[in-house]
């Protein structure tokens, strides 16, 4: 259905807001409060796991910019700082400094707790008048597009963005009549979760898309392609049978494996006589992305290219950190340097380079590196490691026929993936819209939430 608009509407007499409805008060958000803003309570590191529950930075950015009680910390604070801090339902937080610019002033609101909660430095506290304020719909309007970008343009930025106080103060909103706030709150309330409802199907698709992306690649390395084929015990427990005429070996039988540098090498400008350094933070899907590089002097590049010179169907793949297994494989020709990147050299073989990098797309290497990564949380694969990495030996008419069968199905699955994030994206998109238009007074939804609660809506230009 179109929404429609209301009767009559008004200058607000701010640019970027434009009209608003005639009955609307247009005023600062600091006549709509009870006591003055307040910034968070700051404690120290030895302070955090016992005492009350404290609201921090980050649990602004999760659920949805409402507060959930059962994932917060706790923290030792006096009764004076209980109470000098406090929680109340309906108290809205802004964050006030941020390592993003786009994660300045989100605004998250509180509910209702059955304990004590008190909330962090790095945020600051509105508590709005219970008379002609609903919380709700001012955070709504507050994290809404329009009031994103305001906020960002008012922050200051340094090696952190910060906003003062007297910027949120000054912030100019709409304010409708009570009730019609809190109407317009139930109405998103209903909406956005009907359209959250339908971004979680386009996410639980793409999870079975990709489940059963790995289950292909895994059953075509592993197994082949003729169900037919005489089997035999590879002598591997995990990885269980495998083609009889197939050789169980480490991939350095197949290819020669190498590693960048694992120093960090001195860094300088981009030049004519500068080289690229890659990670794997540089890996941009399936091609390397320079965009955002470090760069190395002549003299380090080619002390580094003396062990791992890479060309063009070269595979490249991270072996440390969380990206472990991240692949790729090398299609240009330019002149670069890898550091914690293993190599595998195909000399220019097409198809050996596609069969590798599908190998390291399958649930068969994420237990490999289980078996072998070390180092804790950052994790690490040897070079020796990569080198002993299980794998197999078989004709290399059959190879091709995999590739090409890999090739074939993966870009039917991937397509199936990029539809999904395009859906979800109109979602989003949609989403957005209506809260905007809704808290701006662009569309009329009174009438919709009591009258026909089950009204299916839509966003259309308005």
Same mark, same amino acid.
């Given at each position: 259905?179109?929404?429609?608009?209301?009767?009559?509407?008004?200058?607000?007499?701010?640019?970027?807001?434009?009209?608003?409805?005639?009955?609307?008060?247009?005023?600062?958000?600091?006549?709509?409060?009870?006591?003055?803003?307040?910034?968070?309570?700051?404690?120290?590191?030895?302070?955090?796991?016992?005492?009350?529950?404290?609201?921090?930075?980050?649990?602004?950015?999760?659920?949805?910019?409402?507060?959930?009680?059962?994932?917060?910390?706790?923290?030792?604070?006096?009764? !004076? &700082?209980?109470? %000098?801090?406090? #929680?109340?339902? $309906?108290?809205?937080?802004?964050?006030?400094?941020? /390592?993003?610019? *786009?994660?300045?002033?989100?605004?998250?609101?509180?509910?209702?707790?059955?304990?004590?909660?008190?909330?962090?430095?790095?945020?600051?506290?509105?508590?709005?008048?219970?008379?002609?304020?609903?919380?709700?719909?001012?955070?709504?309007?507050?994290?809404?597009?329009?009031?994103?970008?305001?906020?960002?343009?008012?922050?200051?930025?340094?090696?952190?963005?910060?906003?003062?106080?007297?910027?949120?103060?000054?912030?100019?909103?709409?304010?409708?009549?009570? !009730? &019609?706030?809190? %109407?317009?709150? #139930?109405?998103? $309330?209903?909406?956005?979760?009907?359209?959250?409802? /339908?971004?979680? *199907?386009?996410?639980?698709?793409?999870?079975?898309?990709?489940?059963?992306?790995?289950?292909?690649?895994?059953?075509?390395?592993?197994?082949?392609?003729?169900?037919?084929?005489?089997?035999?015990?590879?002598?591997?427990?995990?990885?269980?049978?495998?083609?009889?005429?197939?050789?169980?070996?480490?991939?350095?039988?197949?290819?020669?494996?190498?590693?960048?540098?694992?120093?960090?090498?001195?860094?300088?400008?981009?030049?004519?006589?500068?080289?690229?350094?890659?990670?794997?933070?540089?890996?941009?899907?399936?091609?390397?992305?320079?965009?955002?590089?470090?760069?190395?002097?002549?003299?380090?590049?080619?002390?580094?290219?003396?062990?791992?010179?890479?060309?063009?169907?070269?595979?490249?793949?991270?072996?440390?950190?969380?990206?472990?297994?991240?692949?790729?494989?090398?299609?240009?020709?330019?002149?670069?340097?890898?550091?914690?990147?293993?190599?595998?050299?195909?000399?220019?073989?097409?198809?050996?380079?596609?069969?590798?990098?599908?190998?390291?797309?399958?649930?068969?290497?994420?237990?490999?590196?289980?078996?072998?990564?070390?180092?804790?949380?950052?994790?690490?694969?040897?070079?020796?490691?990569?080198?002993?990495?299980?794998?197999?030996?078989?004709?290399?008419?059959?190879?091709?026929?995999?590739?090409?069968?890999?090739?074939?199905?993966?870009?039917?699955?991937?397509?199936?993936?990029?539809?999904?994030?395009?859906?979800?994206?109109?979602?989003?998109?949609?989403?957005?819209?209506?809260?905007?238009?809704?808290?701006?007074?662009?569309?009329?939804?009174?009438?919709?939430?009591?009258?026909?609660?089950?009204?299916?809506?839509?966003?259309?230009?308005?």
């Amino acid at each position: 259905m179109s929404f429609t608009r209301y009767e009559s509407y008004k200058d607000s007499g701010v640019e970027w807001l434009g009209e608003v409805p005639e009955h609307w008060e247009v005023c600062a958000l600091r006549r709509l409060l009870s006591v003055p803003l307040a910034n968070g309570i700051f404690k120290k590191k030895d302070d955090f796991g016992d005492g009350v529950l404290l609201v921090n930075v980050f649990d602004v950015y999760q659920n949805d910019f409402k507060i959930k009680y059962e994932q917060l910390d706790r923290v030792k604070c006096s009764h !004076d &700082e209980a109470i %000098t801090y406090q #929680v109340l339902p $309906d108290d809205l937080f802004f964050v006030r400094s941020s /390592l993003k610019q *786009e994660g300045i002033a989100v605004v998250v609101i509180a509910g209702i707790s059955e304990e004590d909660v008190v909330f962090e430095c790095h945020l600051i506290r509105a508590r709005p008048k219970q008379s002609n304020v609903n919380s709700r719909y001012c955070s709504y309007l507050l994290n809404s597009l329009i009031y994103r970008a305001k906020m960002i343009a008012k922050a200051k930025i340094t090696t952190m963005t910060t906003i003062d106080q007297e910027a949120i103060l000054s912030t100019i909103l709409p304010l409708p009549p009570k !009730d &019609e706030q809190q %109407t317009i709150a #139930v109405f998103l $309330d209903r909406e956005t979760a009907k359209i959250d409802a /339908l971004i979680a *199907e386009q996410q639980r698709l793409i999870e079975l898309l990709k489940e059963n992306r790995q289950a292909v690649i895994s059953h075509a390395v592993t197994k082949g392609l003729n169900p037919n084929a005489p089997m035999k015990d590879s002598g591997i427990e995990w990885l269980g049978e495998v083609p009889k005429h197939w050789f169980v070996v480490p991939i350095k039988r197949l290819c020669e494996v190498k590693d960048g540098t694992h120093d960090t090498p001195h860094y300088v400008d981009k030049s004519e006589s500068s080289y690229p350094l890659i990670t794997s933070k540089d890996f941009d899907g399936n091609s390397i992305c320079f965009d955002n590089a470090k760069y190395i002097s002549l003299e380090d590049h080619l002390e580094i290219i003396k062990r791992s010179n890479t060309e063009v169907e070269d595979v490249l793949m991270s072996m440390i950190g969380g990206n472990i297994g991240k692949a790729l494989i090398v299609t240009d020709d330019n002149n670069f340097s890898i550091k914690n990147v293993a190599l595998f050299k195909t000399k220019g073989n097409c198809n050996l380079a596609k069969y590798i990098l599908f190998y390291l797309q399958s649930g068969l290497l994420d237990i490999q590196i289980s078996l072998l990564s070390r180092g804790g949380a950052q994790g690490f694969l040897s070079l020796g490691d990569l080198r002993n990495l299980i794998f197999f030996k078989f004709p290399l008419e059959e190879l091709e026929g995999i590739v090409t069968f890999l090739s074939e199905q993966t870009l039917k699955i991937d397509k199936l993936v990029g539809e999904a994030n395009f859906q979800i994206e109109l979602l989003q998109e949609r989403r957005t819209a209506l809260i905007s238009a809704a808290v701006t007074g662009k569309i009329d939804v009174r009438g919709l939430v009591s009258a026909n609660p089950e009204v299916k809506s839509e966003v259309v230009p308005c």
